[in-house]
């Protein structure tokens, strides 16, 4: 399932076959909320922008259209018409990110929907029988998204607490693979490890969850307000107590610096709204950082976005035409933007694994953080 092909330091080259293909790690996943990229972006797009892997959202999913609706259209791979793997979040950092609006219990948390304000009840259950609607690749385990700062004694009760709700989940999903009528029977379960900034507490509870030897692990409740150091001396802490042959996912990471700094620490799996909320705002992403497609002085310039680019937009579209689109108010801009954003995110993971390949990563990510700094130091965010 997980095939360890390379290491450079703590640095993972891999690949990770499914029932919906075979992927290759380092990966970012894109982000597809409500089983579609925001930015008017196909599942086409996705395949022409090098996208691996799809998320989509369990409570989103559950709200509108209803996971049911969903089951009933042959599941979310037919529904949104994706052939290759699509991992589904299980609801859980939504449900807690929505703090005036739930109560958490053993049992599970009940909420009110922030759609309609209707009372909803999710717990490890309900989340896997959702996720097995939905009939994705990878589905994630129900876990509690502590609040950051959190006291150490909420986060020992906190981590406790998720651990029981993974060993519900196992059980559950285990019960759903063996139904008849289950779309995807080889559905693959991930647990996640929690914990916060207490490095002892991530490292008990990454041993523990280690112990059910699940096809995957996650690293989640990080990139919630602490600094990046600081997450990057989470991750050293916790990756050595996760096993090494199975995939590693840092939850809702990041930036194309904190992707580069984080493969280096034993990172397989990756995502982040970044690109696609950049890029709908006129922020776009080259191999010397972000630009502001704004700005005034891209007002005649015919230049692409980037030359080394390969995507769709860069080989034909002008900085000065996408400016325009975004000046006007066409929604055209937010779907050049976007594409353009998703396959510069692609391709750095490509060339990524690229470098692991021929053993020069360190290299590789040196050179990559440098272009990033010297740009950065240029001052180019004046807005017109």
Known sequence: MYKLLKTEGAAKRAEFTTVHGTVQTPLFMNVGTAAAIKGALSSEDLKEVKCQVELSNTYHLHLRPGDEVVKKMGGLHKFMVWDKPILTDSGGFQVFSLTSLRKIKEEGVYFNSHIDGRKIFMGPEESMQIQSNLGSTIAMAFDECPPYPATREYMEKSVDRTTRWLERCITKLNELNKQEDTINKEQLLFGINQGGTYADIRREHAKRISEFDLPGYSIGGLAVGETHEKMYETIEAVVPYLPKDKPTYLMGVGTPENILECVDRGIDFFDCVLPARNGRHGNLYTNKGKMNILNKKYE????????????????????????????????LAMRFSVIHNLYFFNNLMEEIRNALDEGNFSAYKEMRLHGFEEYSNKGTSKKS
Do not use: Q
Not at 302 to 311: A, L, Q, R, T, V
């Open 300 to 331: 005649t310039d015919n230049e692409p976005i980037s030359e080394e680019c390969g995507c769709p937009v860069c080989s034909k579209y002008s900085r000065a035409y996408i400016r325009h689109l975004f000046k006007a108010k066409e929604m």
